[in-house]
């Protein structure tokens, strides 16, 4: 019998294991707790675009590679909740595509949440984008919104980050 290296019988096992590999669930936002505003209260909050890219071109414009991409929303403040408004899906020409959650939730101190488009979902396009809404009711310090864009298919893989980008701000914060 031919003797293969551990590594790739590691190796193989991995690939099996990412391609039978159920896709990750939808948000968990029956998890959360969700909340109702009450407007006289509120401190501070942001709305932050995030670009998504439900695919990128390889080698040349005619070869697309899918990816999954997954919007994560993480409250970094120690010791105060934020509120998450709104999570919604736009298309490159600027199109809402999907609302992710239709009322508001609570995410505790150092507490996160994910949204995932699947890879096999191209709505958005290469230029789609989510625009999040957060509020607080106490001064807190910015939350970390970003997207994580992966594709694991074959015998490549490739990820990247791409960070939210503040574009409304009002009240203050830390």
């Known amino acids: 019998m031919k003797r293969y290296p551990d590594c790739y019988f590691v190796l193989v096992l991995g690939f099996l294991t990412a391609c039978t590999s159920p896709p990750p669930p939808r948000a968990p936002v029956d998890q959360l707790n969700v909340v109702t505003l009450d407007h006289k209260k509120l401190v501070t909050g942001q709305t932050v675009y995030v670009p998504i890219y439900s695919h990128i071109y390889a080698w040349e414009q ?13 409250n970094t403040d120690l010791t105060q909740p934020i509120i998450i408004t709104s999570a ?12 992710y959650i239709e009322k508001p939730i609570e995410l ?18 290469s230029g789609a984008a989510f625009i999040v809404e957060w509020v607080a009711q106490r ?20 990820s990247f980050v791409s960070p939210g980008r503040v574009i409304k701000r009002w009240g203050s914060s830390r």
């Open 62 to 74: 005619s070869l697309k590679l899918d990816l999954t991409a997954t919007l994560s929303l993480r």
């Open 88 to 99: 919604n899906y736009y298309d490159s020409s600027g199109k809402l595509v999907r609302k």
């Open 108 to 125: 505790g101190s150092l507490a996160a949440t994910a949204f995932v488009v699947n890879q096999d979902d191209d709505s958005g396009g």
């Open 139 to 158: 001064d807190v310090s910015d939350p970390v919104i970003e997207a994580v864009m992966i594709n694991a298919s074959g015998n490549q893989g490739l």
